[in-house]
């Protein structure tokens, strides 16, 4: 048995179908279902048990995951002691949504890099709360920055409780803040129908009672900001986009009540990299706003 191998035990377990797994480990699924099969054949026990398309862990697969969880976390906590020592070269990498960027860029990140001068910092851009699950899932990020909630497969600890604020084309008379009722009938970007960014907003507007018209629905959000700019709706977004949007000549308005939503920063349920724990703590004695 291999390092190797203990990985693709660890990454079927986590993602429940062989396709899914073989995605984040990028091999071809037939070379995983072989290798898992051969691992099988090694041990002489079976792992993996096929359920309608995916696979269940067994009884006896439940304890080599653990172990084998437990001999990576092992492996990382070795390789973590030299990037501990703050020797050039050593990454962290923190997965982040755009419209919370910024305060991580202005903020945590400077305060971190000049406690520890010698560790790079390299911020995995995504689009969306899934991607930054994705991303820590698949390590390719040893953190995320994102707002809650997130599977329970990740542990989350939570920031601050950041404002969501309407973002609207000038010219529109509006009061600020603006009280919720006049949500109702005006015109949003939004969410694709379905999703579970779409859904949170709907429970919000349920909450309230009001129905805005979707001009646009879409999840590129590389469209929101510019569909706003040419005048087709507004848009409800975070406080953390407010200085984006204005540079753009948009018109940032409170809600009434106020609506937040809870920013943590997530992370797989392991062992932290010393680097990584030491931008926790850090983080969780600042803001990320």
């Known amino acids: 048995m291999n390092l190797q191998q203990l990985r693709y035990v660890v990454a079927t377990a986590e993602h429940r179908t062989m396709t899914d797994a073989a995605r984040s480990l990028y091999i071809a699924q037939p070379a995983l279902s072989r290798a898992i099969r051969d691992l099988e054949r090694e041990l002489g026990m079976t792992l993996f048990a096929r359920s309608g398309r995916g696979v269940v862990v067994t009884a006896q ?6 172990l084998a969880r437990e001999a990576l976390d092992a492996v990382r906590e070795i390789e973590a002691l ?5 020797t050039t070269g050593a ?6 949504t755009p419209s919370l960027e910024p305060g991580l860029a202005g903020r945590l990140l400077p ?3 000049a406690e520890h001068p010698g560790i790079r910092v390299h911020i995995v851009r995504c689009d969306g709360r899934e991607s930054v699950v994705s991303a820590v899932r698949e390590q390719r990020a040893d953190l995320g920055l994102t707002d809650l909630p997130v599977p329970t497969d990740l542990i989350s600890h939570p920031l601050e409780r950041q404002e969501i604020v309407l973002i609207s084309p000038p010219g529109l008379d509006l009061p600020d803040p603006i009280p919720m009722n006049r949500l109702n009938g005006m015109r949003l970007v939004l969410p694709s129908p379905g999703s579970p960014r779409r859904k949170e907003f709907d429970a919000i507007f349920a909450t309230y009672g009001v129905r805005p018209i979707p001009a646009i629905e879409s999840d590129e959000r590389a469209r ?3 569909a706003v700019r040419d005048g087709k709706a507004s848009l409800l ?4 986009m407010a200085e984006q949007a204005t540079r753009a000549g948009l ?4 809600l009434d009540p106020s609506v ?3 920013i943590a920063i997530v992370h797989a349920r392991k062992r932290l990299p010393a680097m990584a724990q030491d931008f926790l703590t850090l983080a969780e004695g600042g803001s990320a706003a």
Not at 61 to 66: S, T
Not at 91 to 96: D, F, K, V, Y
Not at 251 to 254: F, Y
Request: charge should be positive.
């Open 111 to 113: 305060a971190y890099v």
């Open 260 to 262: 937040r939503k809870i």
């Open 237 to 240: 977004w975070y406080r953390g």
């Open 251 to 254: 018109v940032v308005r409170s």
């Open 91 to 96: 990454e962290l990498r923190i997965a982040s």
């Open 61 to 66: 697969g439940r304890r080599v995951v653990k």
């Open 82 to 86: 030299a990037t501990h020592s703050h």
């Open 224 to 226: 929101w900001l510019p």
